[in-house]
């Protein structure tokens, strides 16, 4: 079994620990990086961090860790809520995916309320900061019957 996780990140997560730091906080995505790989490294995982501002890029990803990743963090960000291509890119990944917000998306706007990927989904973090990417490590070792 492939021991490695893909975590992918949306639009705009680049900035994060820049913009928006009252929402978003001010850890960056290379800390979060950093964070995901010791945590994985308890359970013998594999992190493999990538962020684009593009959908198709994440689709292209998305298609890649079907030949190389056990599972599938995403953060989709807006893609949230408005991209069908990556629920259907997901459905053809045989793996466990978690999708993981920083923050509780249902506190916010209405329209970050409905999101596309979490139908798809074993579970879903939102709203515990950047912190969220590690517990959803921690769950995807769980749920590989690692840890």
């Known amino acids: 079994m492939s021991t490695l996780i893909y975590i992918l ?11 928006e730091t009252d929402i978003y906080g001010t850890t960056t995505l290379e800390a979060i990086a950093d964070e995901c790989s010791q945590v994985g490294a308890e359970f013998g995982l594999q992190v493999k961090m990538l962020q684009s ?54 506190k916010r706007e209405k329209f970050r309320h409905h999101s596309f990927v979490s139908p798809r989904a074993e579970g879903v973090m939102a709203g515990y900061g950047p912190h969220g990417y590690a517990l959803s490590m921690r769950h995807m070792a769980r749920l590989l019957k690692l840890g």
Do not use: C, M
């Open 9 to 19: 990140n949306g639009p705009n997560l680049n900035l994060l620990g820049k913009r």
């Open 53 to 106: 501002n593009s959908e198709g890029q994440l689709v292209d990803w998305i298609h890649d860790a079907r030949e190389e990743a056990a599972g599938i963090i995403i953060n989709p960000a807006a893609y949230s809520h408005t991209s069908v291509a990556l629920y259907d890119a997901l459905n053809t990944f045989d793996g466990p995916v978690l999708e993981v917000h920083i923050s509780n998306i249902h």
